[in-house]
């Protein structure tokens, strides 16, 4: 899959050093030629020696270095480069890059190519949440730096949270898709929804639901990658679109729904990967609600499903794409789903499995098709799942 590609490893200094050994052996196993620029901190977690045996080069560790004999001058690795990958990425190093501050191999290099650039974060969940982190990730992501959601679970540290390297397979993966984006959805439009609709009950006040929209963000990148023409539908959420696509805020089902048609007749691929609300008050308040009595009732209408609407209008050269988020009789219940909205394919959750659903960096999903085909997707980060689905979905065009 990598075959010719030069990929420079970057690797900063966290305990997660030592995962970068898998993944330079992975990328050469798929072909690549492999070069590994270690900053000095990440020299007290492993040594240059296993980097230079594991990928079968030099490795930079000091831009004060003499040249070595295969001419590594101060920007030879970033204009040899088809890609960077810096895994573990470190506050620190993400910070220099985020800022324009080149002071050591490494954040030279990287400031030095034009060549795409993926961070993989590892680092204490505080220090990752930390909005000058976030801040600096996101000023990253909006100028085309490309960054992969962290794992969640136990940090070396002893803290639970986001911070975690990415399994190196995962890892991998994403370096492939790079490559594979070789344009396959070029001259395709596709409609994304993401996120959760929130449906008012006063003017302080709304039905909400958990979905981060982390899916359908991953889904827009992916498409964009591959060279879709996207446009994403997005309820509220924190996350950062990537620059190149087209995104509609909305609040409500109902709003969802007018942007969606609005969209629908020119988009040859429809995913709706948003959690809409099925229900909203039957009356906004005008004024916020006073806490008068004991109880109150709220009571709540049928919002329309617009998957559902979609099915009915779909074109034979459309694709339609839905989720169900189940927390029993998976298949069973995506099944009748798919049947019901008359889908293409069906992208199935159980949200009650530890590292799948709402909030999670990872998912794990089954896909559904229309000819009764089942295909499981182990538990993996969003943006390798996204790309499973987009291929899937490619293949049935
Ligand atoms: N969907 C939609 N409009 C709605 C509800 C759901 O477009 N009002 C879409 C979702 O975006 C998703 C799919 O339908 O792609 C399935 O959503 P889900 O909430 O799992 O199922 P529901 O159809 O709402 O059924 P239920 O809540 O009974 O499980």
Request: glycine share 8%; aromatic share 6%.
């Amino acid at each position: 899959m990598l075959k010719g590609k030069n990929i420079v490893v970057g690797v900063s200094g966290g305990i997660a050093a030592y995962k970068a050994v898998d993944i330079v052996s992975r990328l050469r196993k798929q072909g690549a030629e492999v070069y590994v620029i270690m900053t000095s901190s990440a020299t007290n977690f492993v040594t240059p020696t296993t980097f230079r045996e594991i990928s079968a080069n030099p490795v930079v560790t000091d831009m004060w270095d003499e040249p070595k004999n295969w001419n590594v001058e101060h920007i030879a690795l970033a204009t040899k480069a088809d890609l960077f990958l810096i895994a573990p990425a470190t506050a620190n190093i993400i910070g220099k890059v985020a800022n324009g501050i080149a002071d050591d191999m490494l954040s030279t290099t990287i400031m030095a190519t034009k060549a795409p650039v993926i961070f993989a974060p590892a680092m204490n969940s505080n220090m990752y949440l930390n909005p000058i982190v976030q801040s600096n990730i996101k000023s990253l992501t909006a100028i085309g730096y490309t960054f992969m959601d962290p794992d969640v679970g136990m940090l070396a540290c002893g803290v639970e949270g986001p911070g975690r390297l990415p399994e190196p397979s995962a890892i991998v993966e994403r370096v492939v898709s790079m490559f594979v984006r070789s344009n396959d959805l070029c001259g395709k439009k596709i409609l994304i929804t993401a996120g959760g609709t929130i449906e008012p009950i006063d003017p302080v006040r709304y039905i909400g639901n958990r979905s981060s929209g982390k899916m359908g963000y991953a889904l827009a990148k992916a498409a964009l990658s591959r060279g879709a023409q996207v446009t994403l539908i997005s309820g509220p959420t924190s996350l950062q679109p990537p620059t190149g696509i087209d995104v509609r805020y909305i609040e409500t089902a109902a709003e969802m729904q007018n942007a969606v048609l609005e969209e629908f007749n020119d988009s040859d691929i429809i995913i709706k990967a948003a959690a809409v609300a099925d229900y909203r008050p039957q009356e906004v308040a005008v004024q916020k609600i006073k806490k008068t009595g004991e109880s109150i009732t709220l009571t709540l209408v049928k919002n329309p499903d617009i998957l559902y609407e979609l099915g009915k209008i779909k074109k034979e050269r459309q694709l339609l794409v839905g989720f169900a988020a189940e927390t029993q009789d998976l298949i069973e219940n995506a099944m009748s789903k798919m049947t019901r909205k008359n889908l293409d394919m069906i992208v199935a959750n159980d949200v009650t499995m530890p590292g799948a659903g709402f909030n999670s960096n990872t998912n794990i999903v089954k896909l559904i098709f229309k000819d009764g085909r089942i295909e499981e997707i182990p538990k993996m980060s969003k943006d390798a799942i996204a790309s499973i689905i987009l291929e899937n979905i490619l293949k049935l065009g």
